[in-house]
């Protein structure tokens, strides 16, 4: 298992190491299975019966999927460049996963975006919050 521990302080940081590429990979290949149309069609025809091709997603995994919990899938192995295709299968921008995974609308997101960004103040280390 690789050390992360000096990630964990940061707030908002889910490193896409080894391990979760390897936690995530069946997750990430569902998603990467959506570039062709003819299953992003069978998906949203029956989405439960879509994800049985995939038989090493966890129950969580499929959770995240089905619920469209966007930031749960970047906990379980998910990449956000292969969950993007999810996204793009529900014709999402990914400036609205953005701003679903920090928890604001797609507008909040962009004006936050075009006015620099997050604060430094309090987003460097999880101490820094109180």
Known sequence: MTDTSGFDDIP??????????HEGYHLNMFC????????????RSDEAAYLDQFPLLTLEQRRCVLERDWLGMI????????TSKLGATDGLSFQYLAGAMSGMTQEEYREM???GG???DGNRSKSEKG
């Open 12 to 21: 908002g940081t889910y490193l896409f190491n080894k391990d979760r590429c």
């Open 32 to 43: 990467m299975s959506l570039m062709k149309a003819e299953n992003r069609e069978a998906f």
């Open 75 to 82: 906990h379980v192995g998910g990449n956000i460049y292969y």
């Open 113 to 115: 975006m075009i006015a």
């Open 118 to 120: 997050r604060p430094i």
